[in-house]
Nanobody, 126 residues
């Protein structure tokens, strides 16, 4: 199946963006979804995930309190609301899907996810 990330763009520091991850070819409800990002010259960083049931969400310390993940299984889409954006949030953002753990939890390790979408670029100017 496929994951399509969208919603990236150029925004000033302090601004907001909402990323979407649309899943096609399968039922989203079976999968936990995570967002990762990678800036040039840096390792891929897991920033947020949501369990398949939707009742478990996790955030990296770098985005906690500013980003919020949610999902609509009816729309087969996961969202990442990003507020209070900072220049250090500039990166290529990816969504990924995985399964094999509790429906109430999700990991933030890239190696746990088998299905990946293409990235969407987020650029935050100072």
């Amino acid at each position: 199946f496929q994951l399509q990330a969208s919603g990236g763009g150029l925004v000033q520091a302090g601004g907001s963006l909402r990323l979407s991850c649309a899943v096609s070819g399968t039922t989203l409800a079976y999968y936990a979804i995570a967002w990762f990002r990678q800036a040039p010259g840096k390792e891929r960083e897991g920033i947020s995930c949501i369990s398949s049931r939707g009742d478990g969400t996790y955030y990296a310390d770098s985005v906690k309190g500013r980003f919020a993940i949610s999902r609509s299984n009816a729309k087969n889409t996961v969202y990442l609301q990003m507020n209070g954006l900072k220049p250090e949030d500039t990166a290529l953002y990816y969504c990924a899907a995985g399964t094999g753990w509790s429906v109430h939890s999700c990991p933030l390790s890239a190696t746990d996810y088998s299905y990946w979408g293409q990235g969407t670029q987020v650029t935050v100017s100072s």
